[in-house]
């Protein structure tokens, strides 16, 4: 069975999971016409996402107060720069959100909103919104599993997104390069390039801190974004040079505790 297949299957365990509670290996052995070995293998990566609790002969579902749990890992610094950039979300808006840690702290942002559409390509944040009181449309990009950056990338992942439209994507970055534009650690950018082209406003999230890091390859070029989301450590000719550029800048009240 090919990795498209595979994701497709762990996506639609989840979803049983989450109506029914529980789910054994047998059952679900049957239901998708495969081995329970197979089986033992898809709870077993689902359970290190954080997705679910294995249990004898199955899995059950993770308890709400570990869900909850989520958003108090976020680093304050990076859940300060989520609740700034989530300020330009607006009822019934289409967005994309990328795989990280400071993206991932928009979630919790999202309850009070109503009528979006969400398109994430990481599990553990499809997760997350799944769980969410005002039940936005959730889309998911498919692909292949990339365990560096903990995301689904590729061609297929490419392919489902530009069969879409959005108003926002929400990304973050390894590094800035003041001349250049976000630069990863990541070789895989392609996928991120196509959300920036998808997407009529492109917004940045990340820490002053890494600004000025050396990192070899550039994601996002200056003239592909739109609006860069960081702490008020970020030096006043560091937001002038980036102003320069065309690029809105806003600043969140830096915070570590």
Do not use: C
Request: net charge negative; no cysteine.
């Amino acid at each position: 069975m090919n990795k498209r297949n595979t994701q497709q299957r762990r996506h639609n365990i989840i979803s049983i999971l989450s109506q029914q509670g529980e789910v054994s290996v047998d059952e679900l052995a049957l239901r998708f016409e495969t081995s329970e070995v197979t089986i033992r293998k898809d709870l077993a990566t689902l359970e290190e996402a954080g997705l679910l609790l294995r249990r004898y002969g199955g899995a059950v579902a993770v308890p709400d107060e570990v869900t909850q749990q989520f958003s108090s890992k976020i680093a304050p610094n990076k859940l300060s720069i989520a609740k700034k950039a989530a300020q330009l979300i607006k009822d019934h808006n289409r967005i994309i959100i990328d795989s990280g840690s400071t993206t991932s702290g928009l979630i919790q942002q999202l309850d009070n909103l109503r009528g979006l559409l969400v398109m994430t390509n990481s599990l553990q944040l499809a997760n997350a919104i799944h769980e969410l009181e005002n039940e936005p449309t959730l889309l998911m990009t498919g692909g292949t599993w990339d365990p560096h950056s903990e995301s689904f990338q590729g061609q297929i992942a490419e392919q489902v997104l530009r069969s879409y439209n959005f108003d926002q994507l929400f990304i973050g970055a390894d590094g800035i390069d003041l001349e250049r534009g976000t630069t990863t650690f990541n070789e895989l950018t392609g996928l991120s390039k196509v959300m920036a082209e998808v997407s009529r406003e492109v917004i940045v999230m990340l820490e002053s801190d890494k600004f000025g890091r050396r990192i070899p390859n550039l994601e996002l070029a200056w003239e592909s974004i739109s609006v860069l989301v960081t702490d008020d450590r970020l030096p006043a000719d560091m937001v002038n040079k980036i102003t320069q550029y065309g690029v809105k800048v806003l600043l969140a009240p830096y915070k570590n505790k």
